[in-house]
Structure formats: C-alpha cells, structure tokens
C-alpha cells in the first residue's frame, strides 16, 4: 500500500500524489497501504500505534487452520446494507470448542451452521468485533468443517482508510462502495472484519470465491477471475469470482460501482482496470506503462503468481489488494505522474500478496519492497539513469527526513518513511553491495521458497547470505535493526597520506559499509574513485592507500554514486586553504521537506552546485497550481525556502523546485 510521501523528480508540475498522507517524513503517514493511502482535504491525522508482533499462538481459540473463505454477498450502494452469507473451511490443529472470528458487532447474525461432520453450532458475539462460535462436540484435531454465517446490515466506520465504506456520486465519480484492507489506526492493520467474518493473521492463507449481487445497473468486481454472470429473477446480475491462490484475508476486496471495463491484456496475465466511465480517455494514458513493467518485474522477480491483474477505481488511495489494485481516482490523469503508485501496487502483487509478512514487524518486507520496486519501474522504462535519478530524488530525501527513533523492524509506527522509503535505501544498498547478479539471483529464490506463503526478515538475510557468501549480520544489524543512517564527516590536510572520517550521527547507531571516495584535483579537471570500508565507530584515521595519480587531492566527494543512505559534509585542511576551490555541492537536490505533515509552515532545504536563478510552485492534489514564487538567484551552497499554509486547506501539496536546467518536486501534507 502507498502511504509513503517521498522526494520525487518529475518534469511535470502535477507530478505525483502522495500514498498515504502519510509518511511524509517523520512519524506521519507513508504511502500503503496497502500503499497510498491519502492525502484527504479535511482527513483526521492517524494516531501512532505501537506495532505488536501478531502469531498465531496468540489467540488460543485459532487452534485451526483457515482453507478457504466462500461468501454469497448482496451490496446495496442505494440502501448501504450488506448483506448474505459467509462459509468459511477450516481445519482443527487441536481439538477445537470453539472457532473464534472477527465481525463487527453491529451486524445482525442470521444464522450459523456447520457444514460436514456432525457438529451443532450456538454463537455468541462478545466484544465489538469478536463473534464466537462453539462446537458440540468439539472439532477433533485434523478434521476439516465449514462454518456458514448468514448476516445482514451496515458496515460501521472502524478507522478513516480502512474497512468497507459507501461514497455518493461527486461530480464526475459515481456512487461507490468499496473495501480497503488495512486500517490505518487499526493494531494489528486487517480492517475487513466491518464486512465480512474472517480470521486475519497474515500467516493464515485461504482461497476466496465470492458472489456479489450489487444494485441494478452497478458493476461488481473482486480477487481473482470473473467465472460467470447470472440474472436473478428480481433482474440484478450476480458476479462470479474465484480467487484459487491462497491469500492473506486483508488482502480481500470487492468494489461496486458504475464501472467501465479496460482490457489491456487478455491472458499471460489478463489485465483488466474497472475504471469510471468519466476517466476512459485519461486511463488509456495513464495505465499504458502497466503492461511493460508488469513484463520487467516478472523477468526480475519470477513469473507473474496469479491469473490477473489490475486496478479498480475507488475513493481513498491504494492498496495491493490481489489481483485488483483499489487505486485512488484521482490519480487518474492523462500522464504519467502518477506511475511510481501504479509501479508501487503493481509489485506488492509478489512483495505482499505472492511472499506476505510473516507477522506486522515484518512490514517493510511488503512496504520496502515496493517503494524500491518504484524505482526499479522507472528502470524500465526509462534505463538506470532513471533509476539512480529515483533513489536520489524519489527515495532517499523522505529516508533522511525522517526522524524516528525506531528500526525498521519492529517498527513503533507502521505507516512511515522509516518502513517505506528507508526500507527502499536498504534495499538499494543491498543491490549495491552484492551486484546485480546475485542481489536479482536472491530476490528470485526467495519468491519461489516462499511462493503463496510467508516471510520474515532473517528469511531474506538468509537468502542474501547465500549468494554473498558471508554473513551480513554487520548490514542487518545495523540498517535494519539499528536507527537512523551515517552522516560523514571527512577531514583531509593537504599533502596528507590519510584521512579522518567521523561518524557525526546523533544515533546509537554506527555504520560498517564500503565508502567511495572520489578524489579531485584543484579545478576538478581529473579524479580518482577509491573504496574504503568504515568501521562502526565514532571516529577512524583511514590510508589513502596506494598514490594518487599525477595529482594531490583538492577536494573530495563521498559516496558520489549514491550507494548509500547518508549525508557527507568534506573539509579541506592546509597552508593554502585560502587558495582551494569552494566545497560546494556537486548537483541540485532537494535534502528535506520538514516538518512533514506541517501546520502551518513547512521548509524546502535544498543545495545549489552554481549560482542560478530558482523558482517555486506550489500545487494541490488536484493540480492546480495555487502559488508561485521566484526566489531570484540564489548563491550555491545550501539554501532554504519557507511557504505558509495559511489561508489553503489541509490536504496534500506538491513543491516543484526549479531552475533553468532542472526540476524537482517534493510533497508534504497539511494538517491543520
């Protein structure tokens, strides 16, 4: 799910809406999840929740394993009922009592019986979303049943993004009801339960077939394929879908609404999008990268694991619901803003979906992943110049805005830039640091070991162990267990033979990494690259090593490939100081958006390599510009800009940077 917000450099001033509202930068939103969530005018902000790990054995009542969900379900968009029944097949681990579920509390029980063996079954609902059901006799341990639920009523309001909701028509959106799966607020996140009854461990896989029964004239679609449609005799179409693949039960979905079907593939996988009959011009644009990139991710990743694929229009954001994407309408432009959040979506369908979390501390495994996977889409399409251009501009700024105290394992908040984006920096750097042969060679192996299951974090280090050839205990523990991220400080005498680096980051945490350095001479006409490994200290005196050829260093570059989650800061010692070149920044970049979300004022901190003329516009999630603002031209060096939210509304605002030669655009959420 997109709920991250990170730095993006886009040529267009429309550039992209942010996931979430969320994960601007500090302990806010992200983009989700199930990925985007966001950006609401006049949307409440999320509570930080402390994440819990979430097993199995945590509930003593789910002695049982879940096989398959099978549900016959009326959705009346007019009247905002639900209503049906719900068969859900499991298996006893032990001998079972009592079958402990989710549902909502104000939903009416109709009906629950027992399906096979035979079991008599009373129910009672205790708690505002626990409905117990008790066996007589108990489930002997290995004995398989199905338990149907028949139920009616209204989905209640359970957390601002997640759970089934009903919208009426605005404009140019049609009346819609639609379920997202995760619950923002929610601890542990699984928001399905104010629909349908369902155990929600990620770790528990099932199978889905669904039949929905919407209001005359609607469209109805959820996982998997259509089977069939069949008129009822009250003249409404009951829609058939089998979803074969297990999937975790928060990955479910359904969405009703007056919907136009876009086929962009018919098999290998099938590529469908039900989007509004309003936005059928814009979506030819807006969804002509899917079919590409959905073909690059499956030679990077393994085969495409299901049967189709696809987005579905619907109100709040996105989450990688299987097989259909809930993408947020708005974003429904004719250009490719907004193609980092398709990418996103498109790769949880294997980081999520295909390999799930093991447990929520595991989330950046799903949420990482994908917001790397951005960057590996626009290597697609685009080359790895496009690439480099993402992780510098699209990834690392939101990674280093961040300030949280936590790791990205276990982390306190889920839906941050400390999950997302810096879960994607690691991701980068274990590309970096392996290669691509065996980062790619790894990530492949991982998928099929894990195929319709579950990961967790040292699974994938074990698999990065294999193909690196040594432990990468000093990696993990640092970037995934430990805080923050390094901030150099190099110091160099003239004439020196050596170096001293420091590691000037306020965290606990230092950082073991091969570090490039690159060497200049005085008018930075000819340079050397050299790699030294820092050690997890404070302070080190490093050799330069072997000579530097025809030349003494003037000046120093750290890291000038972006290999690594940092900030460098060079000093030059010497009797001719005054003489060295000015240690300026060697290109454009945006370093912070602070604070993020903002109330009422927010920052642009930015670096400048030349003196030039910069430009700042100001748009809202729709577009439009609501502000511009030249700045004249500015000296290099680091620089800032402030704008005042004052007089707009809350919601989510897209800063485009500029200077005669380059854009950048960065997004941040007001909060007011």
Same mark, same amino acid.
């Given at each position: 799910?997109?709920?991250?917000? +990170?730095l ?37 902000p ?63 029980i ?13 129910y ?40 089934f ?9 049609p009346?819609?009801?639609?379920s ?80 136009e079907?876009?086929?962009q ?13 309003? +936005? ?22 393994g ?17 990688e ?90 982390p ?37 070991e ?61 950082? +073991? ?25 404070a ?16 000046d ?18 010497g ?14 970049a ?27 516009h ?10 511009p ?13 402030t704008?005042?939210?004052a007089?707009?509304?809350?919601g ?21």
């Open positions: 799910m997109v709920l991250s917000c +990170r993006h450099i886009a040529q267009r001033a429309m550039a992209n809406i942010i996931i979430l509202l969320i994960l601007l930068g500090s302990t806010g939103f992200a983009a989700p999840r199930a990925e985007l969530l966001w950006g609401i005018p006049g949307a409440s999320v509570s930080p929740t402390r994440c819990r790990p979430r097993t199995l054995d945590d509930d003593s009542l789910h002695n049982y394993d879940a096989l398959s969900l099978t549900a016959d379900l009326r959705f009346s968009v007019v009247a905002h009922s639900v209503s049906g029944v719900a068969t859900i097949r499991l298996t006893g681990a032990a001998d079972l009592p009592r079958v402990n579920l989710r549902l909502s509390s104000t939903y009416d109709d009906s629950v019986t027992v399906v096979g063996l035979q079991h008599v079954a009373s009672a609902q205790q708690g505002t979303d626990s409905l117990q059901i008790d066996l007589t006799p108990p489930l002997a341990a290995g004995d398989t049943i199905g338990i149907a639920i028949a139920y009616h009523g209204t989905p209640p309001q359970i957390d601002t993004w997640g759970g909701r009903f919208a009426p028509e605005s404009g140019w959106r009346e819609i009801g639609f997202m799966g995760d619950g923002l607020s929610l601890d542990p996140p699984p928001s399905n339960y104010n629909w349908l009854p369902s155990y929600a461990d990620p770790a528990d896989k099932l199978s889905w077939e669904c039949f929905l029964t919407p209001d005359f004239g609607t469209v109805a679609t959820t996982n998997g394929s259509l089977v069939d449609t069949l008129r009822m005799p009250d003249n409404l179409l009951r829609w058939h879908y089998v979803q074969p693949e297990p999937i975790s039960t928060y990955l479910i979905f359904v969405a009703i609404s007056d919907y079907l876009m086929v593939r018919q098999s290998d996988p099938q590529i469908l999008n039900y989007v509004y009959p309003s +936005r059928v011009t814009q979506a030819q644009t807006h969804f002509s990268n899917v079919p590409a990139v959905l073909d690059g991710y499956s030679a990077l990743f085969p495409y694991p299901f049967a189709r694929f696809g987005y579905n229009m619907t109100r709040i954001g996105d989450m619901h299987a097989t259909c994407v809930s993408h947020l309408d708005q974003a429904v432009v004719a250009n490719h803003a907004y193609d980092w959040l398709l990418f996103h979506e498109m790769s949880h369908m294997w980081w999520g979906d295909w390999v799930t979390l093991g447990d929520w501390r595991d989330l950046w495994l799903n949420e990482g992943f994908a917001t790397y996977c951005e960057a590996l889409g626009m290597e697609i399409m685009g080359g790895h110049t496009a690439y480099q251009d993402y992780i510098v501009g699209g990834i690392y700024p939101d990674a280093r805005s961040a300030t949280d105290s936590y790791s990205i394992y276990d306190d908040y889920y839906w941050g830039a400390t999950v997302y984006q810096k879960g994607a920096a690691v991701m980068h750097m274990l590309r970096e640091l392996l290669g691509d042969s065996a980062f790619f060679g790894a990530l492949r192996e991982f998928g099929q894990h195929a319709y299951g579950n990961a967790v974090t040292a699974d994938w280090q074990a698999k990065l162990e294999q193909h690196y050839g040594e432990s990468l205990d000093w990696f993990f523990d640092e970037w995934v267990y430990g805080t923050r991220y390094p901030r150099y400080r190099l110091t160099y005498g003239l004439f020196d033979t050596g170096f001293e680096l420091e590691q000037i980051q306020t965290s606990p945490t230092y950082f +073991r990494m091969p570090l490039e350095i690159r060497w200049y001479d005085g008018d930075r006409t000819d340079s050397v690259t050299r790699v030294y490994w820092t050690e997890p200290v302070d080190q005196f490093i050799e330069i090593g072997e000579p530097l050829p025809d030349f003494f260093p003037w120093a570059a750290v890291d000038p490939n972006h290999k690594i989650l940092k900030t460098a800061q060079v000093i030059i010692e009797d001719d100081a005054e003489e060295q070149p000015a240690l300026l920044p060697l290109q454009f945006i370093t912070s958006v602070t604070p993020n979300p903002f109330n009422a004022a927010a920052t642009l901190r930015f670096v400048l390599p030349t003196p030039t003329r910069v430009d700042l100001v748009y809202n999630i729709q577009g439009a510009l609501v502000e603002h030249d700045a004249g031209t500015l000296s290099a060096g680091p620089q800032h800009m704008w005042s939210g007089g707009h509304a809350s989510l605002y897209i800063f485009q940077l500029s200077t005669p030669a380059q854009s950048l655009t960065a997004k941040a959420v007001l909060l007011k």
